[in-house]
């Protein structure tokens, strides 16, 4: 029986937890046309924040607006707690923040945290969003990873660890995912093989 790429360790297309480029282009283009309510804004907002930071889940429902520092540089960067309660910070383009920050005016409110829950007649006060609602939101989506699993928050993190990678090297990536070692970023972001063939395909023709 021949084995599978996975069965021997070969990422044929970079890590197999990405979500596709294709279906994000698409996904964005469908959250921008469509921004009818304050569900929409939030939404167009939070794909960008994913793709902006790839942050865990944990530190995208606690982003607020108290952590947020703006450099002399006029950046935004913000602070956050990383995995094993470490304090970590990251670099935020300031078109991001105005998405958020248009998602509270346009709607009406003013609130701390960067994303919050909706409003009904039961329950009229917002509040932090949960990691189980992150979770829900991207499921309805309808993303899926190059593995074929349903998208999910950490397949943002891994991405934007992809996309660092292959544009500006694995030490970038590293520090934009707070990891503490670039072993971790390796392990997930280098691809175990190299075709020759393709990469000099051209090299020594006439």
């Not at 991207?138 to 950490?154: D, N, V």
């Not at 990678?165 to 997930?188: K, S």
Request: glycine share 8%; net charge positive; proline share 2%.
């Amino acid at each position: 029986k021949q084995k599978t790429a996975y069965e021997i360790g070969v990422r044929l297309v970079g890590s197999e937890m990405c979500i596709r480029d294709s279906a994000i282009i698409k996904l964005r283009k469908k959250l921008n046309g469509n921004l009818h309510n304050e569900k929409d804004l939030r939404n167009r907002a939070l794909l960008e924040f994913l793709l902006a930071t790839g942050l865990r889940a944990d530190a995208v429902v606690n982003a607020r607006f108290s952590s947020l520092v703006k450099t002399p540089q006029k950046e935004f960067v913000l602070e956050y707690i990383a995995k094993g309660g470490k304090t970590k910070y990251i670099a935020i383009e300031k078109q991001v923040i105005k998405l958020i920050e248009d998602y509270h005016r346009l709607c009406g409110f003013a609130h701390d945290y960067f994303f919050v829950t909706l409003t009904t007649n039961a329950n009229p006060d917002r509040h932090p969003m949960t990691t189980r609602a992150l979770q829900g939101i991207i499921e309805i989506w309808g993303l899926k990873t190059l593995r074929g699993k349903s998208g999910h928050p950490h397949a943002f993190r891994h991405t934007v660890g992809q996309a660092l990678t292959d544009v500006q090297g694995v030490g970038t990536a590293q520090v934009a995912l707070g990891h503490e070692n670039i072993q971790t970023t390796e392990r997930f972001y280098i691809n175990r093989f190299v075709n020759p063939s393709k990469i000099l395909k051209d090299k020594w023709k006439n």
